[in-house]
């Protein structure tokens, strides 16, 4: 599955909650498993916080103390 379809497929399960939903921006890219670049995640991140507008829902923006295990102040 390509990272489109992969964009497309997330969307379709966002749209699954309610308007008011807050969602975190957490990408893996400590994960050695994700092929993204950090120009393809902003990408990501732009599209799918105007998706989410779109439906008066937000995403906020990456924090690593919000989202890398072990760091505290999670």
Known sequence: MCSSDLLEA????LQQYPAGTAFR???QAWNPSDAFSPGQRDDMYK???GFLAKR???I???VEEKC???VPGK
């Not at 997330?10 to 399960?13: I, V, W």
């Open 10 to 13: 997330l969307k379709r399960k």
């Open 25 to 27: 921006w957490c990408p």
């Open 47 to 49: 599209e799918l916080a």
């Open 56 to 58: 008066s829902m937000n």
């Open 60 to 62: 906020e923006p990456y």
């Open 68 to 70: 890398v295990p072990g």
